[in-house]
């Protein structure tokens, strides 16, 4: 699997772009795609068709890409990935087929609450228009002007229920996701999040700011099996903070452009946020792929 071409079009929704992509044929061509339980890839920054591609293709597949650096600067390609030629873009990686399922998980531990979880009233696309309490939005400016991080970037997490949003951002699990809030007022409506897919009524959100704090790896259990640690930088949040794990089996990677993930047995016919592969850019957010032993 080294690249994707165009091909048919995807559901519609009122934020996604109507096109999609041919995968190769060697994934093309797998005559089981349920047994496909892992897609370890390398990626350009245009990661949304290629991961919707394939998790409509293998739906069971736990899936993990790293977004890579752009490399101009060291050999004048826009990006450099190695597969069995060198590409300038695209996608490259790999395909694993086992009888058990790998352990993906994704935390924000580079991110602190803002607000209050509160429920969301109605949404269109990827805006929230409403959500039940408005008034406990405005302690959002006050908490991004005490953060003491230097950056005035605000993020939301957004959650299937209740119960997965007041999960800690650290140990959240697969019905939550965070996204970099890109515009609109927090108090007055209208909030604008950084995603192509849809935002479900009657879910859950919370506004986030950057932490003060430095970014904690997360503690790895011992006697496993190969461990991928996959993390987000930013120009305060250095590749230092996801290399404390240097030991045997455990493999790290972070880029400023992030990673995307999937968890198997999504619904990747639908167009919902929690239907389809997320790319996650938030700062200090880590992805945790292990692998049995």
């Given at each position: 699997?080294?690249?994707?071409?165009?091909?048919?079009?995807?559901?519609?929704?009122?934020?996604?772009?109507?096109?999609?992509?041919?995968?190769?044929?060697?994934?093309?061509?797998?005559?089981?795609?349920?047994?496909?339980?892992?897609?370890?890839?390398?990626?350009?920054?245009?990661?949304?068709?290629?991961?919707?591609?394939?998790?409509?293709?293998?739906?069971?597949?736990?899936?993990?890409?790293?977004?890579?650096?752009?490399?101009?600067?060291?050999?004048?390609?826009?990006?450099?990935?190695?597969?069995?030629?060198?590409?300038?873009?695209?996608?490259?990686?790999?395909?694993?087929?086992?009888?058990?399922?790998?352990?993906?998980?994704?935390?924000?531990?580079?991110?602190?609450?803002?607000?209050?979880?509160?429920?969301?009233?109605?949404?269109?696309?990827?805006?929230?228009?409403?959500?039940?309490?408005?008034?406990?939005?405005?302690?959002?400016?006050?908490?991004?002007?005490?953060?003491?991080?230097?950056?005035?970037?605000?993020?939301?997490?957004?959650?299937?229920?209740?119960?997965?949003?007041?999960?800690?951002?650290?140990?959240?699990?697969?019905?939550?996701?965070?996204?970099?809030?890109?515009?609109?007022?927090?108090?007055?409506?209208?909030?604008?999040?950084?995603?192509?897919?849809?935002?479900?009524?009657?879910?859950?959100?919370?506004?986030?700011?950057?932490?003060?704090?430095?970014?904690?790896?997360?503690?790895?259990?011992?006697?496993?099996?190969?461990?991928?640690?996959?993390?987000?930088?930013?120009?305060?949040?250095?590749?230092?903070?996801?290399?404390?794990?240097?030991?045997?089996?455990?493999?790290?990677?972070?880029?400023?452009?992030?990673?995307?993930?999937?968890?198997?047995d999504i619904d990747s016919s639908g167009t919902?946020?929690?239907?389809?592969?997320?790319?996650?850019?938030?700062?200090?957010?880590?992805?945790?792929?292990s692998l049995p032993a």
């Open positions: 699997m080294d690249h994707c071409r165009q091909a048919s079009v995807l559901p519609l929704s009122a934020t996604q772009a109507t096109s999609s992509v041919r995968l190769p044929p060697e994934l093309a061509d797998i005559s089981d795609p349920l047994n496909v339980r892992l897609l370890l890839l390398a990626s350009d920054r245009e990661t949304r068709q290629t991961a919707d591609a394939l998790a409509q293709r293998f739906p069971r597949a736990s899936i993990l890409g790293l977004v890579g650096a752009a490399t101009p600067f060291f050999n004048a390609r826009p990006y450099t990935l190695f597969g069995p030629t060198i590409r300038n873009s695209g996608c490259v990686g790999l395909a694993f087929s086992d009888s058990t399922m790998p352990s993906l998980t994704v935390a924000h531990p580079g991110m602190v609450a803002a607000t209050p979880v509160l429920r969301i009233v109605r949404a269109k696309g990827n805006v929230v228009l409403d959500v039940e309490d408005a008034r406990a939005a405005h302690t959002l400016i006050a908490a991004m002007r005490s953060s003491g991080s230097g950056d005035n970037r605000v993020y939301a997490r957004i959650s299937r229920t209740e119960e997965a949003a007041r999960e800690p951002l650290t140990r959240p699990g697969p019905m939550s996701a965070v996204f970099r809030v890109t515009g609109g007022d927090p108090a007055k409506g209208g909030v604008a999040v950084d995603t192509l897919s849809d935002i479900p009524h009657d879910c859950f959100i919370q506004f986030l700011v950057p932490s003060s704090v430095p970014v904690a790896t997360p503690e790895l259990g011992s006697g496993g099996g190969p461990t991928v640690l996959f993390g987000v930088t930013t120009s305060t949040i250095g590749d230092s903070a996801f290399s404390g794990q240097e030991q045997r089996g455990v493999h790290s990677a972070a880029t400023e452009g992030g990673f995307v993930y999937a968890y198997p919902d946020l929690f239907s389809r592969p997320t790319e996650c850019a938030v700062p200090g957010s880590i992805a945790t792929l």
